[in-house]
T-cell receptor, first 114, second 111 residues
Framework: SQTIHQWPATLVQPVGSPLSLECTVE??????LYWYRQAAGRGLQLLFY??????ISSEVPQNLSASRPQDRQFILSSKKLLLSDSGFYLC?????????????FGPGTRLTVL | KQEVTQIPAALSVPEGENLVLNCSFT??????LQWFRQDPGKGLTSLLL?????REQTSGRLNASLDKSSGRSTLYIAASQPGDSATYLC??????????FGQGTELSVKP
């Protein structure tokens, strides 16, 4: 069966510090991978998605970047965090090149920028 | 631009009651609609997926319907239990292959 992991579970960082959140998927190959952010009182917003190694699409202009160094690894980064980067970050995967299939979500990382 | 709206934003019901959560979307050109459950501070758990060609899906006490032409979906929960308390999110997958989420309905089932 497939599982998706995220770490860390929680993170408190000062403004201006760097960020690296990691997501890994087990039990599947060539998944589509997604990063979402859920800010307080707001819905989920798609930040990045990837259909393959090194292939990243950005949905909204922002202070963050994403990378996919391996097939089942997706990393969310920032060089300098802003207060507005606080939120709940969720990674998700779906079978590649399958329209209309489910997305499966990880447990999330709670990021607080002070 | 696809917009997804969920009504009500919050709902409190006594245990045992049947209830309906509503989701509406502005662009009917969707691949599917998915209902999720989110417990506080947790990730999303997929409940039901309805393909654009389907009218409804059932899983246990849950039944989701889809009327693509009118841009509406409902999630019906039968015989609600305190363990059903959570935020319920609906999301549509649009032609670009991305999920667009509603703001969610926060459900509280009182013992």
């Amino acid at each position: 069966s497939q599982t998706i992991h995220q770490w860390p579970a929680t993170l408190v960082q000062p403004v201006g510090s760097p960020l690296s959140l990691e997501c890994t998927v087990e039990g599947t190959s060539n998944p589509n991978l997604y990063w979402y952010r859920q800010a307080a009182g707001r819905g989920l917003q798609l930040l990045f998605y990837s259909v393959g190694i090194g292939q990243i699409s950005s949905e909204v202009p922002q202070n963050l970047s994403a990378s996919r160094p391996q097939d089942r690894q997706f990393i969310l980064s920032s060089k300098k965090l802003l207060l507005s980067d606080s939120g709940f970050y969720l990674c998700a995967w779906s079978p590649i090149a399958v329209r209309g299939d489910e997305q499966f979500f990880g447990p999330g990382t709670r990021l607080t920028v002070l | 631009k696809q917009e997804v709206t969920q009504i009500p934003a919050a709902l409190s019901v006594p245990e045992g009651e049947n209830l309906v959560l509503n989701c509406s979307f502005t662009d009917s050109a969707i691949y599917n609609l998915q209902w999720f459950r989110q417990d506080p501070g947790k990730g999303l758990t997929s409940l039901l997926l309805i393909q654009s060609s389907q009218r409804e899906q059932t899983s246990g006490r849950l039944n989701a319907s889809l009327d693509k032409s009118s841009g509406r979906s409902t999630l019906y929960i039968a015989a609600s239990q305190p363990g059903d308390s959570a935020t319920y999110l609906c999301a549509v997958e649009n032609q670009g292959g991305k999920l667009i989420f509603g703001q969610g309905t926060e459900l509280s089932v009182k013992p």
